[in-house]
């Protein structure tokens, strides 16, 4: 089935500091988003990217739909305290009436202030 | 503007017991999803509704788990003879079919 494979698991940073995060798979989607989610809740959408190429933003967080349309990237810049959570990218490939997401496992970050 | 809602967020239930949650998406969107999310993972998919229609099944919804949305409104979820390893946070989410899905905050379920 499909997979992705996010990366990296976990990330422990200074406040201030950028990050990075990235999405791959096997297959291809065509979409690609991004949720944040904090303990006990629901995720919450960040950026939805929906061509190849798209770089999105939405204030300290920017996106990228990669080229092959396997991959995607996030980053946040000048990370505060408040961005402690996991991130999670999910891709949908809306075929045969399928509109499914397909999540990674996460990226825990810790900002430390 | 209301986002999607879960009832109950919190359910602790005995192994062989009933369960019910329910799910009240976002008034204009007509497409509703179920997953579900187990500790460390991403959540996995379970079923979708577009309206009334029950369009998409995963293999994890064995036949003990049920859904329904009778009225393209609200949802519901059901698990008979519940099992330890159907504890999880049970997640849903709805669309007005762009892609963008938005989730609610999820009904956590303990079955001891």
């Known amino acids: 089935g499909q997979q992705l494979n996010q990366s990296p698991q976990s990330m422990f940073i200074q406040e201030g500091e950028d990050v990075s995060m990235n999405c791959t798979s096997s297959?291809?989607?065509?979409?690609w988003l991004w949720y944040k989610q904090d303990p006990g809740e629901g995720p919450v959408l960040l950026i939805a990217?929906?061509?190849?190429?798209e770089l999105t933003s939405n204030g300290r967080l920017t996106a990228q739909f990669g080229i092959t349309r396997k991959d995607s990237f996030l980053n946040i810049s000048a990370s505060i305290p408040s961005d402690v959570g996991i991130y999670f990218c999910?891709?949908?490939?809306?075929?045969?009436?399928?509109?499914?997401?397909?999540f990674g496992k996460g990226t825990k970050l810790t900002v430390n202030p | 503007d209301t986002g999607v809602s879960q009832n109950p967020r919190h359910k602790i239930t005995k192994r062989g017991q009933n369960v019910t949650f329910r799910c009240d998406p976002i008034?204009?969107?007509?497409?509703l999803y179920w997953y579900r999310q187990t500790l460390g993972q991403g959540p996995e998919f379970l079923t979708y509704?577009?309206?009334?229609?029950?369009?998409?099944k995963s293999r994890l919804l064995s036949d003990r788990f049920s859904a329904e949305r009778p009225k393209g409104s609200f949802s519901t979820l059901e698990i008979q003879r519940t099992e330890q390893g159907d504890s999880a946070m049970y997640l849903c989410?709805?669309?007005?079919?762009?892609?963008?899905?938005?989730f609610g905050p999820g009904t956590r379920l303990t079955v001891l």
């Open positions: 989410a709805s669309s007005s079919g762009q892609g963008e899905q938005f």
């Open positions: 297959s291809i989607f065509n979409t």
């Open positions: 990217l929906y061509k190849a190429g």
């Open positions: 999910a891709g949908q490939l809306v075929q045969g009436g399928s509109e499914k997401l397909v």
């Open positions: 008034s204009e969107h007509n497409r």
């Open positions: 509704f577009q309206n009334e229609a029950q369009l998409e």
